[in-house]
Nanobody, 120 residues
């Protein structure tokens, strides 16, 4: 059974850091982090191709957020530094076994999300 479970969200002041984790069951071609704020579209933040370790980061978070994986623990991470109030959103982990969907926001499997709130 496919299961993705996020953790690590919370409230932090601007300039602070959080590390999100996503515990995964099963194997996937790629995994990624997304976020969605109220009234806004889902935004793709970062993707990692699990076999090669190649990563992608959106321009909006490049240099502040870093995606990584621990294959031994089957866990995906998102290290978030220099957080800004505009980073406030629900953050989701997602995964797919289909290579062509990896660069998109339409991945097959999704976690339940974890809330990140950044105050000024």
């Amino acid at each position: 059974q496919v299961q993705l479970v996020e953790s690590g969200g919370g409230s932090v002041q601007a300039g602070g850091s959080l590390r999100l984790a996503c515990a995964a069951s099963g194997s996937y071609y790629c995994m990624g982090w997304f976020r969605q704020a109220p009234g806004k579209e889902r935004e793709r933040l970062a993707t990692i191709f699990t076999s090669s370790g190649i990563t992608y980061h959106a321009d909006s978070v490049k240099g502040r957020f870093t995606i990584s994986q621990d294959n031994a623990k089957n866990t995906l991470y998102l290290q978030m530094n220099s957080l800004k109030p505009e980073d406030t959103a629900m953050y989701y982990c997602a995964a797919d076994i289909r290579i062509f969907y990896c660069p998109t926001a339409s991945l097959q499997y999704w976690g339940q999300g974890t809330q990140v709130t950044v105050s000024s």
